[in-house]
């Protein structure tokens, strides 16, 4: 901490909230209580404390600053516009306006100096988890004894609703246990949620809640500058443990007549606005910032420029020292990757979860910046890099992380090593445990972020564990989230492409479907022809050898009865894989046509799933073989042959030896593994 000056970061948070006020006011829409109540905290941040160069957002060794409360995005346009950043004062004048670089909540990509995507509260916690990580391992991996070229803090704010959700709560768990001390949190502890006061929903200790996640944990008045300052500096200085920071606040703070109540959420606060910029010491001028202000800035932009300017002549310092660590951390991954995964022998029939273990082998050696965990799943997962090592406080350079049975906060962890960008990540569980991963999905498809989701179990083939385990839904709906590619491998030579695909792909994440069950390997058709199929979404798997009167289409595992299907039908029917739906809806109109043609109308498509996806490819003359209701418990041959019997009349064992009939279970479409009709 330097020596404060108070007048001039006083006067600073004073016109970042008028430009809260005006922002909102004039977009008649946003949240004012987090950036009114949080300005003394952003003044000592952006005026004293954080490390950072606005004329270079992405440097490496910059302090990350996550706004976890997303909804107070006014809070974090307001410091990036008076501390320099390409953030102009009519960007703050479009708050929220069509294509402006200040939409409703921080998005990525969009504003320089937004470091994630957040909104969905309890993410930008978890995201934050995941920079840390990302950050410790840099560390461990690129630093020498004699150029210290990361040493930087990720600093996160957040509200009550954020310290509410389960994500937020799953991740700092795993931050206390793995001691990340480059982790600092903020929580604008100002006694208020949306509906009501605080206490009608939340009475945990926070203190002790998380010191006994293994965190260091102050609490400061959050208006007071002066202590503020001081206890961040020494939560900088402190190693071993994260640390906390509860700073009580009064939300609204400025605006009396909602000041302190949920009134000063959202855009409550807007009526009073203009008595309020008089009664705080604001001019008429709207949007305004002081020529004190700018200067102040303007100096203390100068001295974050000496910084910078210092550590870019260590930087060059170590790259010349240490050219291979140099070229490792520039690195992209190979564009020859699918070249380096050999082809696989004729007679192999594994599960696709199984090649898995054998491919990630090959990527990490040609790519050793390709990092991973699961949510305690390694052993049946398969994504275990076996010369990566563990990640833990004892060996930070580790490839491998062991989240925990923590898949929500596993994934939005992921997003927070992605949006760093110095690794690629991949995580895994099984398929139908995707629905609690499915907000952080979500979040990385819109952030355009390459995450890698290596789900397994992904048919009802897992029977005996019974509907709870068997995605019957899942893979469909994870299809319907824009910019996620969901790739099913039917065999070797599909799944080695899946995962070179994934770990290619820059623009988007990626989930790799994988069976549990064995599969066969379809030595028949050329390896390039498998390999670059899966590159294009889908392909012509067996082409017909007489006039064309029928397509069967399918992915994954069931592949294999498309297949059997055509060679019982004879030589007119074509089989075509289909393992990525949004990769082969992106290819070029002639070539979809050439897979498949618009004269044949007679087509059916096959996957132990929900149909309703299918039906874009059949049209109104085809039809889909599916599941579109849960499965049941029972050992996964029997599901792949039909139940047998009619619905509803399936028998269960007591536990006295007796057969009674189960409940009617409504049964629209028809049993286990029929056709729909």
Known sequence: MSSLNLVSLAQAALECRGLAMDAVAKA?????????????????LFGDSLRYNPADPKWLNRDRFVLSAGHGSMFLYGWLHVSGFDVTIDDIRNFRALGSRTPGHPEFHDTPGVEATTGPLGQGIANAVG??????????????????????????????????????????AFAGHQKLDNLILIYDDNAVTLDAMADLSQSSDTTKHFESLGWSVHTVDGHNMVEFASVFAKARASVGAPQLIIAKTLIGKGIKEVAGTQKA?????????????????????????SEQTRAYFATHGKKLQTAYAEWKNLFDAWAHANPGLAEALA?????????????????????????????????????PKLVGGSADLFSSNFNYINAGGDFHPGNRAGANIRFGIREHAMCAMMNGIAYDGIFRAEGSTFMVFADYCRPSIRLAA??????????????????????????????????????????????????????????????????????????????????ATRREGVLKGGYIFVKETADLKAILLSSGSELSLAVEAAKQLGPSVRVVSMPCFRRFDVQPQEYKDEVLPPSCRHRVAVEAGATGLWWKYVGLDGDVVGIDRFGASAPGPIGRAGQGGQPGRETRKTAEGVSRPRAPVPQPYGPLGTRRS
């Open 446 to 527: 819109i952030s355009h972020l390459p995450t890698v989701y290596i789900f397994t179990h992904d048919s009802c083939v897992v029977g005996e564990d019974g509907p709870t385990h068997q995605p019957i839904e899942t893979v469909s709906a994870l299809r319907l989230i824009p910019n996620l590619d969901v790739i099913r491998p039917a065999d070797a030579e599909e799944t080695a492409a899946a995962y070179a695909a994934a770990l290619l792909r820059a623009d988007g994440p990626t989930v790799l479907s994988l069976t549990r069950q064995a599969v066969p390997y379809y030595h028949e058709v050329p390896v």
């Open 331 to 367: 690195a992209p991954v190979p564009a020859d990757l699918l070249s380096r995964i050999p082809e696989y022998p004729k007679d192999v029939q594994l599960a696709t979860r199984k090649l898995g273990e054998d491919i990630i082998q090959k990527v990490f050696a040609a790519y």
């Open 265 to 289: 959420h959202s855009e409550g606060g807007v009526k009073f606005v203009p008595a309020a910029r008089k009664e705080i010491g604001l001019p008429d001028e709207t949007f305004y910032v």
């Open 131 to 172: 920079y840390a990580v990302s950050q410790q391992m840099a560390a461990a991996r690129f630093n020498t004894k004699d150029h210290k070229i990361f040493d930087n803090k990720v600093v996160c704010l957040c509200g009550d609703g954020c310290m509410q959700e389960g994500v937020a709560l799953e991740a700092a």
């Open 28 to 44: 008649k829409s946003g949240h004012l209580g987090l950036p009114l109540g949080c300005a003394e905290i952003g003044a000592v």
